[in-house]
């Protein structure tokens, strides 16, 4: 491209001034016509129309369609408080994150070669799951007999036996002849975490004097995990997971200054776990809006800024993984590490797609290794340095985040702290009230799981034992965050579904009495049959076009039991009625209609709808009662 030499020289490129200007209100009116002509009725939103696109999320933070440069908002540099942008000047080192693998197996020797070939194949650290969730703790020495110790943190968790798992973890450290100033990884104690799985008290203050005791002689070693974890993977918020962040933080820091450590040691020591999701924007607001609480927490404790950078490991989620389809749990995953990583966390943990069937194979396990190698290696993730940031959709969500995080660490602290508000009940009756929210969502598949509730595949039978989110078995005390998994009530269904199909042979099916031309119909059968499908139920016929009566008799042969109309409103106006009427006197015990509502609901011999948003969980399970399947 030519320029002109003064234009050159002043480095100006006056691209944009050979266009005219675009304001706000010409988009908004462009916007209003655009929703006109869909039928959307704008009314008194004409000059605000992104009020209409707009959407609230489970944090209570609305999503606009819009954002422009027009908040103010400053989120610093990397590197400086308040870290938003990171906790390094330089961002996350050149080579990448930390990639570190989990192992929960509670055979020593199958996790001593899991744990080489991990090592062997790009993963820089082991996340060790010990005791009943995973490797006995007299088993910690022959998992970890192939790994050079001296070059490979560990992490520890062991729940709450993590007193005899650290003196053996230490031992093995001290037989490969690691000096204790060498030795590098975190210990793991987080009595908080085990309280909010278990829903037993958490004894905050021993752990803390166990962590004093070793702190002086292991001066790299990581002591205490803030594991926000178990909120997510409870169906909580991520404000809820922020707050929790926060508010675990505090009491630990609380703990070890009463147990001896200096403030700004023990700020050192904590390392922060929080999900990844396959919502990759909520994830980098989330991480960058945790970095800003704790800068923030730490700040008002009295520490200089060189000492209050948070360390993030982040974990892509329990939650999001499905036992159905796990393949697709590959795509769901790679979501939540690129979020991960743009965010800057400085571990990450990629979760084997079929974490949700039990343990681990080799295979999942080298595509959770490949995925971070992908993202690193080919894809040059680390090599920007907060590649978010500037972004007025990010910045916006990161302080949204952070204010309604922030309201939540008030709340539990006004309450007495995360060990009242565990032992009270209140944090569990809040998460549970979020939890209820994204459960009626999930049910009425706004928010879609695909594999699941969305294209399902009926070839596919369940491959193996569910298993509980992290390996962790599912709590029964009162006061104790259960796990769930956003395609739990769907697979459920399938599991029905399925234990039907292997008992008689066949699956409970719906006929799909389509009438008109396939222009008036497909769009409502395919709907339809996407729908059953979700439930384990296999969708018939769906090709009939003369009318009625050829629908209701290849109704009557295919030996369904439950019909479902599809067609267009002019037909079901003219045909819905006569037409159920006809499919009951052929055996039909149901007879349901693709569609609306108000497309035919009043139709006598019509029992429901099957609809864009309709009660889609409820709806199969009702249909499985009428069918018999136990």
């Known amino acids: 491209m030519n320029m002109p030499e003064s234009e050159a020289e002043s480095g100006r ?3 944009a001034s050979e266009f005219p200007e675009a304001t706000l209100d010409q988009w908004r009116e462009l916007v209003a016509g655009v929703l006109a002509d869909s039928g959307t009725r704008v009314g008194d939103a004409v000059s605000a129309p992104e009020k209409l696109l707009a959407s609230d999320t489970y944090e209570g933070v609305t999503l606009s369609p819009l954002y422009v440069a027009d908040d103010g908002l400053d989120s610093g540099l990397p590197g400086l408080a308040p870290f938003t942008r990171g906790a390094r000047p330089e961002g996350v080192p050149a080579a990448g994150w930390d990639v570190r693998q989990q192992h929960a197996d509670s055979d020593p020797a199958r996790t001593r070669s899991a744990a080489r070939s991990d090592l062997e194949n ?4 082991l996340w060790l799951v ?13 998992a970890l007999a192939d790994v050079r110790l001296d070059r490979t943190p560990v992490a520890l968790d062991a729940g709450s036996d993590y007193e005899p798992a650290c003196e053996a973890l230490l031992a093995v450290w001290a037989d490969q002849g690691v000096p204790p100033e060498e030795v590098r990884g975190t210990l793991g104690i987080d009595p908080v975490g085990v309280a909010a799985r278990g829903g037993e008290p958490a004894e905050v203050a021993p752990a803390a004097r166990l962590a004093a005791r070793y702190a002086a002689r292991y001066p790299r070693l990581g002591l205490v995990t803030v594991d926000a974890t178990p909120v997510h993977e409870a169906g909580g918020s991520h404000t809820q997971e922020l707050g929790v962040a926060a508010a675990t933080g505090v009491a630990y820091l609380r703990a070890l200054t009463d147990a001896g450590m200096e403030l700004a040691e023990a700020a050192r020591r904590l390392e922060f776990r929080f999900s990844a999701t396959v919502d990759q ?14 800068n923030r927490v730490t700040e008002a404790c009295g520490l200089a800024p060189e000492n209050r950078a948070m360390r993030q490991h982040a974990v892509t989620s329990a939650a999001m993984t499905t036992r159905r389809d796990a393949h697709v749990n590959i795509v769901r995953a790679t979501l939540a590490c690129f979020g991960a990583g743009v965010a800057g966390a400085d571990t990450v943990t990629v979760r084997p797609f079929d974490s949700a069937l039990g343990l681990p194979d080799d295979f999942s396990r080298r595509v959770a290794r490949n995925t971070q190698a992908l993202l690193v290696d080919e894809a040059h993730l680390a090599r920007v340095i907060d590649p978010a ?5 990010v910045e916006r969500l990161t302080a949204d985040l952070y204010d309604r995080g922030w309201e939540f660490l008030r709340e539990i602290e006004g309450v007495g702290g995360i060990v009242a508000a565990l032992s009270s009940g209140m944090l569990v009756e809040r998460v549970n009230g979020t939890w209820e929210r994204r459960r009626g969502h999930l049910d009425h598949r706004r928010d879609p799981v695909i594999g699941v509730s969305e294209y399902p595949d009926l070839d596919q039978l369940d491959e193996g034992q569910p298993a509980a989110p992290g390996g962790v078995p599912a709590p029964s005390a009162p006061n104790a965050l259960t796990p769930h998994r956003y395609a739990e009530d769907f697979e459920a269904l ?4 399925d234990a039907h199909l ?3 042979g066949a699956r409970p099916a719906v006929f799909l009495a389509t009438l008109g031309p396939a222009s008036a119909h497909s769009a409502r059968a395919a709907f339809a049959a996407n729908l059953v499908r979700a439930g384990g139920i296999a969708p018939l016929g769906g090709d009939t076009r003369a009318g009625v009566d050829e629908a209701v008799a290849e109704f009557a042969e295919s030996g369904a039991r439950v019909a479902c109309l599809c067609a267009s409103d002019e037909l ?3 045909h819905a009625g006569a037409a159920a009427r006809a499919l009951r006197e052929a055996g039909a015990e149901r007879v349901l209609l693709a569609g609306s509502p108000s497309t035919g609901i009043d139709a006598e011999g019509v029992d429901t709808c099957l609809y864009d948003g309709c009660d889609a969980a409820g709806l199969l399970e009702e249909l499985l009662d009428a069918l018999g399947v136990a």
């Open 502 to 504: 292997l008992a008689t």
């Open 122 to 125: 790009g993963v820089s650290s």
């Open 494 to 497: 399938r599991d029905r579904a």
């Open 572 to 574: 079901y106006a003219e």
């Open 281 to 294: 924007f909520m994830t980098i607001a989330k991480l960058r809006a945790a970095r800003a609480m704790w």
């Open 389 to 393: 940031g500037g972004s007025f959709f």
């Open 130 to 142: 010990t005791g009943e969730a995973g490797v006995p703790v007299a088993g910690i020495a022959e």
């Open 13 to 15: 490129f006056p691209l």
